[in-house]
């Protein structure tokens, strides 16, 4: 994946991360649900019948909903740390201008057409778009991103 790819997908890793999060949270109430059995005690004289309540947590719906949460946490770790890493890359282009032309482009998903306004009365479609290209030229590679093999 090359670095505009791996910018492209930053809005829906954000909303990948909201989800992720959501989904973890709602695992927690079912981490506490208990089950419950009577058990009957007739162990003294004279033979008393005394039904207990015992209540646990089923062992093997644990087992399966800690191994659920496992991986919903590992891929939550892995978004947030590219999420990270691309606000990262923004945060340290050179120039206040093109940190707003990216920032609009892939954090607020605006077109060429707004982007030119949003940046002055001297801005172009066509002049934002090769300032945002002459940034990508230089930062082809991803250097946070996986490599095809």
């Not at 093997?60 to 590219?82: A, F, G, P, V």
Request: hydrophobic letters at 35%; glycine letters at 2%.
């Amino acid at each position: 994946m090359n670095l505009k790819e791996a910018l492209k997908q930053l809005v829906d890793i954000r909303e990948e991360i909201k989800l992720l999060n959501k989904k973890i949270k709602k695992l927690e109430p079912k981490s506490q649900e208990t089950v419950c059995d009577v058990v009957d005690s007739t162990t003294k004289s004279p033979v008393m019948l005394c039904h207990t309540k015992i209540y646990g947590q089923d062992a093997r719906i644990q087992k399966r909903i800690e191994k659920y949460r496992n991986i919903l946490s590992t891929r939550y770790n892995k978004l947030l740390e590219m999420q990270i890493e691309l606000e990262k890359f923004i945060d340290q282009l050179p120039t206040s201008r093109i940190r707003r032309i990216f920032t609009y482009r892939y954090i607020d998903q605006l077109s060429w057409i707004k982007i030119a306004n949003l940046m002055g009365p001297n801005a172009t479609v066509d002049s934002i778009r090769k300032e945002h290209d002459r940034i990508l030229q230089k930062n082809k590679h991803c250097p946070f991103c996986p490599e095809k093999k």
